[in-house]
């Protein structure tokens, strides 16, 4: 109904228009496509200029599977190997959006972090400035998983986010590499 609250996540409520449509996100008639749809009145989405999707990782239990899987998607995927590390399947998505399948180990699941193990995803952002992100995220007391770290492909910190994902946090042209 016009004006009246609609909740539309939780904790979140709105007040829909004239046309039916709230101020920010509302369920869609029905539920939406497949009863989970949302729809964003306006253009309520901001802009982050300095800050990009680096890459998306995901760990995989069966590789072979995985593999099979993401190329029915249509993801050219082929074979790459940085310095000694694992060997994985790797594209690029949309250009710039480093896209890799890694085998997670079965046999040592406590040996590995928790972002390393089956089922889990790596999701990696390129900043402007590696170091003043790293500071924030420190004088915020999130934790900083790894150090500066020098990669064959840049440099790196991976901090966890505050539902414990590990984030690879990557500055081009940070260091020589």
């Given at each position: 109904?016009?004006?009246?609250?609609?909740?539309?996540?939780?904790?979140?409520?709105?007040?829909?228009?004239?046309?039916?449509?709230?101020?920010?996100?509302?369920?869609?008639?029905?539920?939406g496509v497949g009863g989970r749809g949302w729809?964003?009145?306006?253009?309520?989405?901001?802009?982050?200029?300095?800050?990009?999707?680096?890459?998306?990782?995901?760990?995989?239990?069966?590789?072979?599977?995985?593999?099979?899987?993401?190329?029915?998607?249509?993801?050219?995927?082929?074979?790459?190997?940085?310095?000694?590390?694992?060997?994985?399947?790797?594209?690029?998505?949309?250009?710039?959006?480093?896209?890799?399948?890694?085998?997670?180990?079965?046999?040592?699941?406590?040996?590995?972090?928790?972002?390393?193990?089956?089922?889990?995803?790596?999701?990696?952002?390129?900043?402007?400035?590696?170091?003043?992100?790293?500071?924030?995220?420190?004088?915020?007391?999130?934790?900083?998983?790894?150090?500066?770290?020098?990669?064959?492909?840049?440099?790196?910190?991976?901090?966890?986010?505050?539902?414990?994902?590990?984030?690879?946090?990557?500055?081009?042209?940070?260091?020589?590499?």
């Amino acid at each position: 109904m016009a004006g009246e609250p609609q909740t539309s996540r939780p904790g979140r409520s709105t007040h829909s228009s004239q046309d039916g449509v709230g101020a920010a996100d509302t369920p869609r008639a029905a539920g939406g496509v497949g009863g989970r749809g949302w729809i964003v009145a306006g253009d309520h989405h901001t802009r982050s200029d300095d800050i990009a999707v680096a890459s998306l990782v995901l760990y995989a239990a069966d590789l072979e599977a995985t593999e099979a899987f993401y190329r029915a998607l249509g993801l050219d995927l082929h074979q790459e190997q940085h310095g000694d590390g694992p060997v994985h399947s790797v594209t690029r998505l949309g250009g710039d959006v480093h896209f890799a399948l890694h085998q997670a180990d079965p046999t040592e699941p406590s040996a590995n972090p928790a972002w390393q193990q089956a089922g889990s995803s790596f999701p990696g952002v390129w900043v402007a400035d590696l170091d003043a992100t790293a500071e924030a995220l420190r004088g915020d007391d999130h934790l900083i998983l790894l150090e500066h770290e020098v990669r064959s492909w840049g440099c790196r910190t991976v901090a966890e986010d505050p539902d414990g994902r590990a984030i690879e946090i990557n500055q081009r042209g940070h260091c020589d590499t």
